[in-house]
Structure formats: C-alpha cells, structure tokens
C-alpha cells in the first residue's frame, strides 16, 4: 500500500527550521534561508541571488550559483582550501571581488554578516 504524505508525517512529525546550507549537485548551487519567513527573490548577480522576506524585505537566505566551478576555478590558480566544510564567506568573497557598483557590494556584504559562521558540505 502507498504510503501519503500525511500518513508519512503521523510518524515522522517535522524536526522544525534548522539554519542549514543545502547543495544541490544538479544545478551546481547552495541556497541557505537563516530565517523561517515567506520570501521572494531578487537577482543580485550571476553568482548571487537573495531571498527577501515578504513583510520587512529585508534579507532572509541566498542562493550561490556555480559552486563547483569557483571552487575549480580556484584551484587552476593554485588557491587551495582544506577538505571537509567550506565556508560560505569564500564564495561571497569571490562574488564581491567581482561586484560592479555599491548595491551589490552591499548585498555580499549584508549575506556576508548573516552567514559568518555557515559551512557548507560538498559531497
């Protein structure tokens, strides 16, 4: 018998918003929300989109583009990084060095300061 979605939850109740960075290989991007509102999206740049909350507009999450090919892209000019978690600060970094103008600038320096201490586990 297949099992719905509500009888899957009856015993597997939601754990709840966690502040998590998620990877999703298939399209070679990380999208981390560190606040559990409504949002929209605005497009920041190639590399940056953020997630703005629908009530305040101020920013809730992101969405990087093109992980794996800043961290090979990295490594073709000898810039390694230890295994295990990266930091998301490397890939604001490399967006805001790439930046053109003060409103990007600001939204890499604003995802920056949420995202400090968030790591990222490529697998």
Not at 34 to 45: G, I, K, P, Q, W
Not at 80 to 103: D, H, I, N, Y
């Amino acid at each position: 018998m297949e099992q719905t979605l509500n009888d899957y939850l009856k015993t597997h109740p939601p754990q709840g918003f966690r502040a998590v960075p998620h990877y999703f290989p298939v399209g070679d991007y990380v999208t981390y929300y560190f606040r559990d509102e409504r949002c929209y999206e605005e497009r920041v740049d190639d590399l940056l989109t953020v997630y703005l909350s629908m009530t305040t507009n101020e920013v809730v999450g992101c969405k990087i583009k093109g992980v794996k090919h800043i961290l090979r892209t990295a490594g073709e000019f000898s810039v390694t990084l230890p295994c295990g978690p990266q930091k998301l600060g490397f890939f604001f970094f490399v967006g805001a060095s790439m930046s053109r103008g003060e409103p990007q600038q600001k939204r890499y320096l604003e995802v920056a300061r949420h995202a400090k201490d968030a790591e990222l586990q490529l697998t």
